[in-house]
């Protein structure tokens, strides 16, 4: 499916874990419509995780079509620390959490009271203003801070919502006028993020629990000192402070990922929605990839069907113009990875086809900026998409591109044909998979500048995209061929 012109517009990245790390499912999910994998490095060693991407390559060659991988960053999760055996906090009770990680409760019922529980981040209890909410376990559980001892090695906390505590939950802090200090790179995330680079595999980081425009800064400077490929940063978006700081961190950040998991625990749910849709358009409207993520089809975990509210979900989220739609546990650890695909498949394929009466996005024009740096380079993208919306017959974009930001910035003005792009450089091939709207193909002629018409037409003719008669709108890139200028062409396909 990744390999032909496909009437689905918005792409499809999955988590990978032990229910898909095989060779014949990750081939079966790429034919059902995966487009990009996604490598939680939150768990498993680097051994394994160098044979997934090799077995993620092995299934792109076999199939020979493009494909993106994500490595995703754990970032500094703050969780509940070592427990002997889960126990259960009651509402009302006392609870201490202190940074001592040598203190490990039995869990028994004799045990003395109020507990206390150690935490993996030592400067929790610093970071946490007194009257501050403490989510615990995704929100299943909630504790309020009460007081903290004159060390500041411990919280003392009050059960709001009751229920059992396991070991390693995470811990979220809800308060506004609560910061947390721990950096977005920890030491661990750096040798991972080494690691991946090293791989010269990972097309996409993804940075987590974002602040600021520093994070971006200090992500991208030990990027440069390591690889010499310019790979794009995600910023997953979970924390307050990055939606305070949105566009700032977008100044810089290659995209953003709507992690809607810490999200909603770190804001109030019920505003989760609105946050998704201004998300969702800030991003496109600054020309930036972005990826709706979490609990999209959560119940087929467990399950062969969707729950409607989920099918509603996944289509409202393509209603909203996202670039990409995730799977997490539904393919990384479900029982049906590949049913899961392919129900995402539909239900996005389906809202794709609806978008002319539903989709909120529109294409941008009036957020051109003609004092732009790239003002030139986005006033053809935009004429191209214009062109393709208005001229009655237009089968397709055609761009030709090497970094891929001309096939992007087409993108974004959400033209209604597809976008196809032709490429010499593998790591652009891959990287489009992400880009709404954008099929690539990987150029192995050498370019005709002196009959580019000509050279077009023969590239379409032989992938089955066109044919004679076809009129096609044609864009060149700045670094596609040497001394000559950008340029949107709108051409009828002739034989000769």
């Not at 970032?75 to 609870?95: D, Q, S, T």
């Not at 990384?332 to 389906?350: D, E």
């Amino acid at each position: 499916m990744n390999g032909t012109v496909s009437d689905r517009r918005t792409k499809i990245l999955c988590t990978i874990g032990p229910s898909c790390a095989d060779l014949k499912i990750l081939k079966e999910m790429m034919q059902e419509g995966m487009n990009a994998a996604r490598l939680n490095f939150s768990h498993g060693d680097y051994d394994t995780h160098l044979k997934t991407i090799q077995l993620i390559r092995q299934a792109q060659k076999e199939l020979n079509i493009p494909f993106t991988i994500v490595q995703d960053l754990q970032g500094p999760k703050i969780r509940i620390g070592k427990l002997m055996k889960p126990f259960e906090i009651k509402v009302g009770e006392e609870i201490i959490i202190t940074i001592d990680k040598s203190v490990v409760p039995t869990g028994e019922e004799n045990e003395e009271k109020p507990r206390k529980v150690s935490t993996s981040y030592s400067g929790l209890v610093k970071d946490c203003r007194i009257g501050a909410r403490l989510m615990i376990d995704d929100g299943y559980l909630e504790v309020k801070v009460k007081s903290k001892n004159q060390e500041e090695t411990e919280l003392t906390c009050e059960v709001v919502t009751g229920g059992i505590l396991n070991q390693k939950k995470g811990i979220n802090v809800i308060d506004k006028q609560s910061t947390i200090s721990a950096p977005a790179l920890t030491e661990k995330d750096i040798n991972d993020l080494i690691f991946g680079l090293e791989t010269k595999e990972i097309d996409y980081v993804c940075l987590s629990f974002v602040r600021s425009l520093e994070d971006i800064k200090q992500i991208k400077e030990i990027m440069s000192l390591r690889t010499d490929r310019n790979v794009p940063v995600i910023a997953k978006i979970e924390r307050w402070e990055a939606i305070h700081n949105i566009k700032e961190i977008l100044s810089l950040a290659d995209g953003l990922m709507v992690a809607r998991g810490d999200l909603a625990l770190e804001t109030d749910f019920y505003e989760l929605p609105i946050l998704q849709k201004d998300l969702i358009e800030i991003s496109s409207r600054l020309g930036k990839i972005d990826i709706t993520a979490t609990q999209m089809l959560q119940s087929m975990t467990e399950n062969k069907i969707p729950t409607r509210a989920e099918v509603c979900d996944v289509a409202n989220s393509v209603f909203d113009g996202t670039d990409c739609v995730m799977l997490s546990n539904e393919t990384a650890t479900g029982k049906y990875p590949i049913l899961a695909v392919s129900t995402l498949h539909k239900i996005v394929r389906t809202a794709d086809l609806n978008c002319h009466k539903y989709a909120r996005l529109g294409s941008h024009e009036e957020d051109f900026n003609s004092m732009a740096n790239d003002a030139i380079e986005d006033a053809i993208c935009m004429a191209a998409s214009n062109i393709s919306n208005r001229y009655t017959g237009v089968k397709l974009i055609l761009c030709l591109t090497h970094s891929g930001k001309t096939a992007v910035s087409i993108s974004q003005y959400r033209p209604k044909v597809p976008i196809i792009a032709l490429t010499h450089n593998v790591d652009t091939w891959n990287r489009l998979c992400l880009s709404w709207g954008v099929n690539s193909y990987l150029l192995q002629d050498e370019l005709e500048a002196t009959n580019i018409n000509k050279f077009c037409f023969n590239q379409l003719i032989k992938r089955g995209l066109a044919k004679a008669g076809d009129v096609v709108v044609l864009v060149l890139g700045a670094q596609v061929i040497n001394h000559m200028a950008q340029t949107v062409r709108l051409l009828k396909l002739e034989d000769n």
